[in-house]
C-alpha cells in the first residue's frame, strides 16, 4: 500500500543552524501539507501546497520557513535558523484530488533544537 | 470559529472492556469532514475515519465504531472489548472543506492505557 515517507526520522541541531526535513507523498497525490507537534501536545497545521505554490499557511509559519518541491517526488519543509522552540515532531501529510479528503501522514520527524 | 475539544485527556480500561472517545467540534460550515487518528506510541499518525457533515449514518469497522450526530456536534468513537494494542493517542480532527482551505484542525486527543 503506498505511504508517505519522511527523513530523516530523528534530527538533532544546534540553535541558529537551517534544518531541511523531507517528505515524499503518496505518488499521484495533489496537495501535501506539514504539521508539528510539541511534545506532548496537539497536532498543528503549518502550511499547505498545491500546484507548486503555498495553499494556506499558519501563524507559526513565519518566514523562517519556507517549503519546496523540488522535483516530481519531494516535499521539503526548511526551518532557516531554528530556534530552541522549534523541537517538535514534524509531520508531512498528502492527500488525491478534490472529492477525497483524507490526508495520509507519514511517519515523521523528530527535530531536536539546543 | 473551528474548533475541536476531547474532553478526556486519559483514559484506563481493562482489556475486553469497551471504551467511547468523546469528540465535540465547532463549526459554521455547512460542509465539514470529521475524522479520527490514532497514534501508537511509535509516534506516526494512522488514519482511521472520515465522515462527511451529510452523512450521519453511524458505521462499524470490526471493534471500531463511530456515532456522529450533528445535533450535538459530537462524533465519538467506540473501541468494543478493548486490546492492550488499541493503546494510543486518539485524535478527532475537523476539516472545514467548503472555505476553500483544507487544513485539519485537531483535538488535544485521548490517550488510551488499555491493561493486561
Known amino acids: 500500500e503506498p505511504e508517505v515517507t519522511q527523513t530523516p526520522s530523528h534530527q538533532v541541531t544546534q540553535m541558529g543552524q537551517e534544518v531541511i526535513l523531507r517528505c515524499v507523498p503518496i505518488?499521484?497525490?495533489?496537495?501535501f501539507y506539514w504539521y508539528r507537534q510539541i511534545l506532548g501536545q496537539k497536532v498543528e497545521f503549518l502550511v499547505s501546497?498545491?500546484?507548486?505554490?503555498?495553499?494556506?499557511k499558519s501563524e507559526i509559519f513565519d518566514d523562517q520557513f519556507s517549503v519546496e518541491r523540488p522535483d516530481g517526488s519531494n516535499f521539503t519543509l526548511k526551518i532557516r535558523s531554528t530556534k530552541l522552540e522549534d523541537s517538535a515532531m514534524y509531520f508531512c501529510?498528502?492527500?488525491?484530488?478534490?472529492?477525497?479528503?483524507?490526508?495520509?501522514f507519514g511517519p515523521g520527524t523528530r527535530l531536536l533544537v539546543l | 470559529a473551528q474548533k475541536v475539544t476531547q474532553a478526556q485527556t486519559e483514559i484506563s480500561v481493562v482489556e475486553k472492556e469497551d471504551v467511547t472517545l468523546d469528540c465535540v467540534y465547532e463549526?459554521?460550515?455547512?460542509?465539514?469532514?470529521l475524522f479520527w487518528y490514532k497514534q501508537p506510541p511509535s509516534g506516526e499518525l494512522v488514519f482511521l475515519i472520515r465522515?462527511?457533515?451529510?452523512?450521519?449514518q453511524n458505521e462499524i469497522s470490526g471493534r471500531y465504531s463511530w456515532n456522529f450526530q450533528k445535533s450535538t456536534s459530537s462524533f465519538n468513537f467506540t473501541i468494543t472489548a478493548s486490546q492492550v494494542v488499541d493503546s494510543a493517542v486518539y485524535f478527532c480532527?475537523?476539516?472545514?472543506?467548503?472555505?476553500?482551505?483544507?487544513?485539519?484542525?485537531f483535538g488535544t486527543g485521548t490517550r488510551l492505557q488499555v491493561f493486561p
Open positions: 480532527a475537523l476539516s472545514e472543506a467548503s472555505r476553500g482551505t483544507d487544513k485539519l484542525i
Open positions: 463549526t459554521r460550515d455547512t460542509t465539514y469532514y
Open positions: 501529510a498528502s492527500r488525491g484530488d478534490i472529492g477525497v479528503e483524507t490526508q495520509y
Open positions: 465522515r462527511n457533515s451529510f452523512d450521519e
Open positions: 505518488s499521484n497525490h495533489l496537495y
Open positions: 501546497f498545491y500546484n507548486n505554490e503555498i495553499s494556506e
